[in-house]
């Protein structure tokens, strides 16, 4: 392995040992469920930088989706800068935020002439307008944050269509992007089991999560069905054109 990988490993190895000091701290199942959700997470981002660095090369990543990535987290953990809940909490989304605009750095910066525009051509403008207007009619609280907040999560929900729409007009995608893409998908999915259990247990519902998170799930549903019978089976992942 390339030694330029190895400060993403001990990132990898630090949000870990604090990930399980976390759950140590909170026994719930929910807690653990939240816990996994959040390493998949991390899987995915770390998956995704190291092919990108190791490759020196962003093909066949969309360029458009690492945007709407960084604009998803910048405006979800604004209350960085207001509010301090915990040690975990707060590394967890310095690294999101960092490891959003690293990659859009690299893609567009760094590895500028291995990107492939001419197939990342989703009009994500028709993305992000509806959904800022969504953030403004149907949120928790009309303030500034919180509308902010709920933009981030309705944007997260369809986040990943110019990478599957790309995906979709090259026909096919690599193995190591098949990977990020799958632990993309199963960070919602334990999130989504997450607010299904607190619901059950302990009577905590918000719509607006479990609505978005219902919608991004189904977006990888055709994903996850192509990745356990091919790429589990080293077959290389095609999207019919």
Not at 90 to 105: E, F, N, R
Not at 134 to 152: G, K, Q
Not at 188 to 209: H, S, V
Not at 228 to 234: E, F, I, N, S, Y
Request: with cysteine; net charge positive; glycine share 6%.
């Amino acid at each position: 392995m390339s030694t330029r990988a190895f400060p993403l490993l001990q990132l990898g190895a630090v949000v870990l040992a604090t990930s399980l000091s976390h759950v140590a701290h909170y026994s719930p199942f929910f807690h653990f469920l939240k816990l996994t959700g959040d390493l998949s997470h991390l899987a995915a981002i770390i998956i995704l930088l190291l092919k990108i660095w190791k490759t020196r090369s962003c093909a066949g990543i969309s360029g458009k989706s690492q945007v709407l990535f960084a604009l998803v987290f910048t405006t979800r953990y604004l209350d960085l800068l207001t509010s301090f809940i915990s040690l975990y909490n707060t590394t967890m989304k310095i690294i999101y935020i960092g490891c959003a605009y690293a990659t859009v750095y690299l893609i567009y910066i760094k590895f500028k002439a291995t990107y492939d525009g001419n197939h990342d051509t989703f009009r994500v403008e028709f993305l992000v307008v509806p959904v800022g207007g969504l953030a403004f009619l149907v949120n928790h609280d009309f303030s500034p944050l919180e509308i902010l907040w709920t933009f981030s999560i309705y944007l997260e929900s369809v986040a990943i269509l110019p990478q599957l729409f790309m995906i979709s007009k090259t026909g096919e995608a690599e193995t190591i992007t098949t990977h990020y893409l799958f632990f993309l998908g199963l960070y919602r999915a334990l999130y989504l089991i997450n607010w299904i259990w607190r619901f059950y247990f302990e009577g905590f519902f918000d719509m607006i999560a479990i609505v978005a998170g219902v919608v991004q799930t189904i977006l990888y549903c055709d994903f996850f069905y192509l990745y356990v019978t091919k790429v589990l089976k080293g077959k290389k992942l095609s999207l019919p054109a």
